[in-house]
């Protein structure tokens, strides 16, 4: 169903010589206009002429993303959010990811998933503009968007035609929508969870869709080891969770795609039609890549974590002897704002204690910045082996809390 050759077409239109509306002139004007008018570029890439643009106040555009990234896929939400005019329009968006967590806009990271697991692994972690709880993606989880003007956002009317859809494959398939807009298998085991982001004129629903994940990985990413962190930020609502592949193996991510691809037209009276784009392309989305960028940042991964304080205890095995250890720290802004070590106190003295505390406040709660900090640190005390080695014994297990 997925059209490969739109797809390479849309690759570089603005630079392919035989097309017209794409030459580097219309490039360049392009560049000119206000931003929403720019989207109109996208319609002319589409195949969508302005003419039958105005004429189908109920049309649905479905595009597919070439991209596994999340940051990229994020991305084009916020482009299409920010720039399109979707007052004529819906658009539904699908995507799929590397294995990535993705946390709501008001979460606190630390609370919600395994963050040293996820390094270990390599998997990314990534904070999202909508709201609501922690999920976790990998090539087995599709995800939809659908973007509508605010006026048509139904979230319940989009989870009915993913059921439709759903049904369409496999007509005993057991799949219910709740209240909270999460799909349940069998009524027991979530396979969706959703969130959305209301703009002033536009609005997205996006919803996930568990069919081959895996099962076993999601729920020790999504356990956080930390214990003692206090916070106003959303918590995550927990579930059972399933792959739609285990009520039947007819159901991977490819047959699921298709079907709700061909729902979503029959829907809009169009036929299937699926647009391979690529997030990455500056010409077909303008400013797409400062976009991807921003996502990508430490400020806005872990800097948005709402205030929060961790209060903990830890041991150190050092020379042969366990040393107890209490922290307390302050985060705002992802910044330790306060912060206090408390350990016996012949184990360092009592003055480089107080200096350490002083240095860590205002470091980013981050551990390659207190890593580098805490080194730093350690040569102000030159010629002190023991108590170089006792700071770095005590930085790596700061580290590893963070
Ligand atoms: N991929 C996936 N799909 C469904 N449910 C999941 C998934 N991963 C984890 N979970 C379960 O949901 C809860 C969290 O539920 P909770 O209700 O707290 O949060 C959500 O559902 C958020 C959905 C966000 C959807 C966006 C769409 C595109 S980018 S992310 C978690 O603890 C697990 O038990």
Redesign the pocket.
């Known amino acids: 169903m997925c059209d490969k050759s739109a797809g390479s077409a849309l690759s570089h239109p603005l630079l392919s010589d035989g097309n017209k509306p794409y030459s580097s002139l219309h490039y360049f004007i392009k560049m000119l206009l206000r931003p929403k008018i720019r989207s109109v570029h996208l319609l002319f890439a589409l195949r969508i002429t302005p003419a039958r643009y105005e004429s189908s106040a109920k049309e649905g555009v479905i595009l597919q993303s070439t991209s596994n990234n999340v940051y990229e896929n ?1 991305a084009i939400e916020d482009w299409i959010h920010d720039q399109m005019n979707l007052e004529n329009k819906n658009v539904l968006f699908i995507w799929r990811n590397v294995p990535a967590v ?1 946390i ?1 806009r008001h979460q606190n990271p630390w609370r919600e998933c395994n963050i040293p697991l996820m390094r270990e692994r390599g998997i990314c972690l990534a904070r ?1 503009r ?1 709201g ?6 990998d090539l087995g ?1 599709i ?1 939809l ?1 659908f973007f509508t003007s605010r006026k048509r956002y139904d979230r319940m009317e989009n989870l009915n035609l993913v059921i439709r859809a759903l049904k369409a494959l496999q007509p005993k398939v057991d799949v219910q929508a709740t209240s ?1 807009f ?1 799909l349940l298998l069998d009524q027991t085991f ?6 959305a982001k209301l703009g002033r004129t536009v609005a997205y629903h ?5 069919c081959t ?1 895996n099962s076993s990985l ?2 020790m990413v ?1 356990e956080s080891p930390y214990r003692g962190i206090k916070s106003n930020a959303t ?7 399933r792959n739609l592949s285990d009520a039947d193996s007819s159901l991977t991510c490819e047959s699921v795609m298709d079907a709700v691809a061909s729902e979503y037209s029959a829907h809009y009276n169009n036929k299937p039609h699926v647009h391979l784009i690529d997030p990455m392309d500056e010409s077909l989305f303008p400013g797409i890549s400062q976009k991807k960028r921003d996502l990508y940042t430490w400020e806005w991964i872990y800097g948005k974590t709402p205030i929060f304080s961790l209060k903990t205890t830890f041991q150190i095995l050092y020379q042969n002897s366990l040393v107890d250890f209490k922290l307390s720290m302050q985060i705002k802004n992802g910044y330790i704002e306060e912060c206090s070590i408390d350990f016996p106190n012949h184990w360092l003295p009592k003055d480089l204690s107080n200096d350490l505390q002083s240095a860590l406040e205002g470091c980013k709660f981050c551990p390659t910045e207190t890593a580098f900090l805490v080194s730093t640190f350690v040569r102000t005390y030159p010629q002190d082996d023991e108590v170089h080695t006792k700071c770095n014994v005590l930085c790596e297990k700061l580290v590893s809390i963070m």
């Open positions: 994020l993705v709501g999202r909508s609501g709880g922690t999920v976790y993606h989880n995800n968007t909270r999460d979530k396979i969706s969870g959703t969130a996006h919803c996930t869709l568990l994940a999601l729920p999504l918590p995550s609502v927990p579930s059972l969770v």
